[in-house]
């Protein structure tokens, strides 16, 4: 079976980011914004009365990670990849700061298997190699030499994923399946 550098995504790939920060930002400043609102990436458009600086604040609080939660089957397939053989590296975009509050509280917590070694941080995932990129962000696919699987999500469902060269998934599940089927079937 053929083996497959694999870069996943962390922030709404691997765990659910935006519902703790849009929990935190409603509650800060009495909103009732639903991670459906959430129909563009920039968040400057949906949480109109607020600045930058207090849109981005909440991922500045270390304890902000305590709070995440993994994506249904993220844990148990991106391990299923990796005893399957595949090269997996997470691939994040962070600030210098959330660095080590997302390898501690999320990467040891929920992936222990994934090295920290194996964990990439650039905000030009275009600069990365690998067979395959995992990532719910439209912009880190574009220019990519690597396939592209754009993870559902609200901010990206206006976007036609096929005719830009890339396969919307929706599941772990689903994108294990397709994995196997690229790498000629079950091993
Ligand atoms: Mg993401």
Same mark, same amino acid.
């Given at each position: 079976?053929? =083996?497959?550098?694999?870069?996943?995504?962390?922030?709404?790939?691997?765990?659910?980011?935006?519902?703790?920060?849009?929990?935190?930002?409603?509650?800060?400043?009495?909103?009732?914004?639903?991670?459906?609102?959430?129909?563009?990436?920039?968040?400057?458009?949906?949480?109109?009365?607020?600045?930058?600086?207090?849109?981005?604040?909440?991922?500045?609080?270390?304890?902000?990670?305590?709070?995440?939660?993994?994506?249904?089957?993220?844990?148990?397939?991106?391990?299923?990849?990796?005893?399957?053989?595949?090269?997996?590296?997470?691939?994040?975009?962070?600030?210098?700061?959330?660095?080590?509050?997302?390898?501690? =509280?999320?990467?040891?917590?929920?992936?222990?298997?994934?090295?920290?070694?194996?964990?990439?941080?650039?905000?030009?995932?275009?600069?990365?190699?690998?067979?395959?990129?995992?990532?719910?962000?439209?912009?880190?696919?574009?220019?990519?030499?690597?396939?592209?699987?754009?993870?559902?999500?609200?901010?990206?469902?206006?976007?036609?994923?096929?005719?830009?060269?890339?396969?919307?998934?929706?599941?772990?599940?689903?994108?294990?399946?397709?994995?196997?089927?690229?790498?000629?079937?079950?091993?």
């Amino acid at each position: 079976m053929e =083996k497959l550098t694999i870069l996943v995504d962390m922030d709404d790939t691997m765990v659910d980011l935006m519902s703790v920060w849009i929990a935190r930002l409603n509650k800060q400043y009495g909103l009732s914004i639903k991670n459906s609102d959430i129909c563009v990436w920039d968040l400057m458009q949906i949480f109109t009365a607020l600045t930058k600086e207090q849109i981005y604040a909440p991922l500045h609080d270390p304890e902000l990670w305590d709070e995440l939660q993994p994506i249904e089957g993220s844990v148990k397939y991106i391990k299923k990849l990796i005893d399957d053989g595949h090269n997996v590296y997470v691939v994040t975009s962070a600030h210098y700061k959330t660095f080590q509050p997302k390898i501690e =509280k999320v990467i040891l917590k929920y992936f222990p298997y994934i090295s920290w070694r194996n964990v990439i941080v650039t905000s030009k995932k275009q600069m990365i190699k690998g067979d395959i990129l995992i990532d719910d962000a439209v912009h880190n696919h574009i220019g990519g030499d690597y396939r592209k699987f754009l993870m559902n999500a609200p901010h990206n469902q206006n976007y036609d994923a096929e005719a830009n060269g890339m396969i919307r998934v929706s599941s772990w599940k689903e994108i294990y399946e397709l994995i196997v089927n690229i790498c000629g079937g079950v091993k």
